[in-house]
Nanobody, 117 residues
Framework: VQLQASGGGTVQAGGSLRLSCAAS????????MGWFRQVSGKDREFVAAINWSGGSTDYLDSAKGRFTISRDNAKNTMYLQMNSLKPEDTAVYYC???????????WGQGTLVTVSS
């Protein structure tokens, strides 16, 4: 299983970024997908998740109204549209896949998001 995250970069506060996670080696449409982030020296933090069909999503409270998670099962790809970015959103963002209701079994490498004030 490979999960390849991309789309990170440096933006000014208030800007936008779109992260992508390309999956291979698994039946993508059967997996719940999620985004997490981690700042050096801190625990990894849940950001957003989406069920297999895209019909159900969940967000970190501080991401609600600013971030949108989506998926394209035909392309085996998940996305995270991040708008109104804040300096506190700066982190390495990871994508993950899970076949349970709450757990994530596979993790990709991270993509760095830096938001300057």
């Amino acid at each position: 299983v490979q999960l390849q995250a991309s789309g990170g970069g440096t933006v000014q506060a208030g800007g936008s970024l779109r992260l992508s996670c390309a999956a291979s080696g698994l039946t993508f449409s059967r997996y719940r997908m999620g985004w997490f982030r981690q700042v050096s020296g801190k625990d990894r933090e849940f950001v957003a998740a989406i069920n297999w069909s895209g019909g159900s999503t969940d967000y970190l409270d501080s991401a609600k109204g600013r971030f949108t998670i989506s998926r394209d099962n035909a392309k085996n790809t998940m996305y995270l549209q991040m708008n109104s970015l804040k300096p506190e959103d700066t982190a390495v963002y990871y994508c993950a896949a899970g076949y349970g209701a709450t757990s994530f079994n596979f993790w990709g490498q991270g993509t760095l998001v830096t938001v300057s004030s």
